[in-house]
């Protein structure tokens, strides 16, 4: 599932402390980074980037835009 980061924080490599997602790509929300995307990272405010595993890099590449985050608490849309 999508997660957003900003460019700063970045994700971890799979296996890097237990993380367990393997995020291949970020791709930018719509209005980037004027837009209400901001970073996942509790002490953090910058304009968040969307960052995506492979699976949606690939359905990304045909098109689509509209992603689920991992807490299922709400979805973005990318450019």
Not at 13 to 27: A, F, I, M
Not at 36 to 45: D, F, L, S
Not at 52 to 70: A, D, P
């Amino acid at each position: 599932m999508a997660l957003v980061r900003c460019k700063d924080c970045g994700v971890k490599p799979k296996g890097h402390g237990g993380y367990t997602r393997n995020y291949v790509r970020h791709v930018l929300p719509v209005g980037h980074p004027h837009s209400a995307v901001i970073c996942g990272k509790p002490t953090c405010v910058n304009p968040g980037l969307i960052w995506l595993e492979e699976k949606e890099s690939k359905i990304y590449n045909t098109g689509q835009r509209i992603f689920i985050l991992q807490t299922n608490a709400t979805k973005v849309c990318a450019q």
